[in-house]
């Protein structure tokens, strides 16, 4: 019976740390989405500090009121993802947006232009983003490598010592005739 247990806390574990991998890393790389941290507030209480948001490319004709979008401010600075709350047209003729935190009190200053736009959210994960936050990218590669090598050693450990467990008790699966 404790073996059972045991069994079953092991693969629940492994099931989850392969879910979250594939939701912070295989899901976003396979779509074409890109995976970001929320870092502040602003987003609260949907999307508070640590989660990670995937965001998947959108044009800006499909962009509304309402639509969650992570955008860059400033070449080189950091992504914001923020609710658009006003569309308007810029005097190149192309679409702007006006961006507030849902836990903001007023707008974001600046409109922001459609070529700031990175995505529309797509879906978030709740402290995936810390995870995201405290690894470099080649830490996180070499994580992920790692984590799946793990896994996978662990899931055929498992299946060789159930092989032996039926051989070592004599199992076998006869016929039944009727």
């Known amino acids: 019976m404790v073996t059972w247990i ?9 099931l989850a740390v392969s879910a ?10 396979l779509a074409g ?3 970001y941290s929320v870092l502040s507030g602003s987003m609260r209480p949907g999307l508070s500090p640590g989660t990670l948001v995937v965001v998947r490319p959108v044009e800006p004709e499909d962009i ?13 600075r950091r992504f914001v993802t923020h609710r658009v709350v006003a569309q308007g047209v810029g005097p190149d003729g192309d679409p702007v947006f006006r961006t507030q935190g ?6 974001d200053k600046e409109w922001v232009r459609s070529v700031q736009v990175s995505g529309e959210l797509w879906y978030s994960a709740p402290w995936l983003g810390h995870v995201s ?12 490598t ?26 076998t699966t006869e016929a039944l005739h009727v």
């Open 64 to 76: 509304g009121i309402g639509t969650v979008i992570t955008y860059q401010p400033e070449s080189g």
């Open 6 to 14: 045991w069994r079953i806390g092991c693969w629940t574990v492994i």
């Open 133 to 144: 936050t405290v690894l470099t990218g080649r830490e996180r590669q070499v994580g992920v």
């Open 146 to 171: 790692v984590v799946a090598v793990g896994l996978l050693g662990y899931a055929l450990l498992m299946f060789a010592a159930a092989a032996r467990d039926r051989q070592r008790h004599g199992h």
């Open 102 to 107: 849902d836990a903001n009190g007023s707008p």
């Open 33 to 35: 989405a890109t995976p």
């Open 20 to 29: 979250a991998a594939a939701a912070a890393v295989l899901v976003p790389r």
